[in-house]
């Protein structure tokens, strides 16, 4: 098993039947030498430097209905809420004080925000804040909305493929959403120029291991800069309210083995991770991960950005999670960066 993980640090790829081998492997002193082989590579391209990114949840609104997610069309017991230009900027300026260089403005597909409004906020957070890099996650958009979002200055997009396996893809999402244009959307933000990340959740209803092959070759194909993945964790308002969640040590392998796979790409300890164990964070940056996403939202409005039950940090103020990451990063022997954080093409 050794000399798998070997041949992929090496090639940055496997056959099929290695891929699965190695996604189900589970033997201590195994994943021990995968997760130590990560950290190399990832400290070969990046040191000792986490990149933070101050999120910015400015919408809980969302016209679709994936069967998953907490702020899906669907739940109506949602509490909805819109930050306005003037509270997104405040978010901005509170981040750049407490060393943030790289804002995501993430929400649900919320057709309030039309494209001259956000084009308006992009270039407005760019003008205040040249030296910063800003990313969007909003979801699926035409491709004149990306080119035009990215001539207004963003730098960024995170859209998570959710699973590269159509037939699976079809079983976590309604008829009106396609995995065809999920993955257009990704080349074509590329295209445009964007630094671009996919990503999907560990453990989501019906995936298996086929799945996760899948995915590494999905991503492989795509290249991405920055890759998201973290557990699938069940919200109680959804279909899949009785579904387990995903786990941490199969989270880890697969952390690992997507740093060997893309030896420079962004990758993020998720909330999700540092949600369903204590130490998921830690535990994601020593396999491999070097990005951490702080909560830079307002206090008010943190606990309405549900997308599963339990979710961590909904109560504290943004200071108090720049620190608290802080910490966490130097307990492990890593320091946060002040930086943009771009992607490293090569060492
Ligand atoms: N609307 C944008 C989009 O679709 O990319 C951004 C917001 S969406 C809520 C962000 C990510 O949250 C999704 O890509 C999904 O992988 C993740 N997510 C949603 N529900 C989740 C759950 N129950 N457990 C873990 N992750 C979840
Ligand atoms: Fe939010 Fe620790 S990161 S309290």
């Known amino acids: 098993m050794k000399r798998l993980v070997d041949k992929l640090q090496g090639s940055g790829s496997l056959t099929a039947e290695e891929w699965k081998r190695l996604i189900t492997v589970r033997d201590p002193e195994i994943t021990e030498y995968l997760f130590e082989r990560a950290r190399t590579v990832r400290e070969e391209y990046y040191g000792k430097d986490i990149y933070i990114r101050g999120l910015i949840e400015f919408t809980n609104y969302c016209k679709n209905d994936c069967y998953y997610c907490g702020i899906r069309r669907s739940n109506g017991k949602a509490d909805r809420y819109r930050l306005t230009k003037a509270q997104i900027m405040d978010c901005c300026r509170a981040g750049y004080e407490l060393g943030f260089r790289t804002f995501v403005l993430q929400g649900g597909e919320d057709g309030y925000y039309t494209d001259e409004k956000m084009t308006d906020i992009i270039s407005s957070i760019k003008e205040s804040h040249p030296d910063c890099a800003l990313t969007l996650s909003l979801g699926e958009k035409s491709y004149e909305s990306y080119k035009a979002f990215f001539h207004a200055g963003a730098d960024r997009y ?18 009106s959403m396609s995995l065809a244009y999920r993955k257009q959307c990704l080349y074509e933000l590329k295209e445009i120029g964007y630094q671009v990340g996919c990503g999907f959740m560990v453990g989501s209803p019906y995936q298996t291991v086929d799945c996760l092959v899948e995915d590494l070759l999905f991503m492989k194909e795509l290249n991405p800069h920055m890759v998201g993945i973290g557990p699938f964790i069940p919200h109680h308002e959804t279909p ?33 991770l540092g949600t369903i164990n204590p130490k998921g964070r830690e535990l994601g940056i020593l396999a491999g991960a070097n990005v951490v996403m702080p909560n830079l ?43 943009r954080g771009d992607y490293k093409s090569q060492n």
């Not at 493929?161 to 008829?175: F, I, S, V």
């Not at 995903?246 to 997507?258: E, F, K």
């Open 297 to 339: 939202s307002p206090v008010t409005v943190r606990s309405k950005y549900m997308l599963y039950d339990n979710k961590i940090c909904t109560g504290d103020e943004a200071a108090e999670c720049r620190f608290c990451l802080q910490r966490r990063m130097e307990s492990i022997g890593c320091r946060i960066a002040v930086s």
């Open 240 to 272: 899949f309210a009785q579904r387990k969640a995903g786990t941490l040590a199969q989270t880890l392998v697969l952390l690992s083995i997507i740093r060997l796979m893309l030896p420079a790409v962004l990758l993020p300890a998720t909330t999700a």
């Open 158 to 175: 995170l859209l998570r493929h959710e699973t590269a396996n159509e037939e699976h893809y079809n079983r976590l999402h309604p008829g």
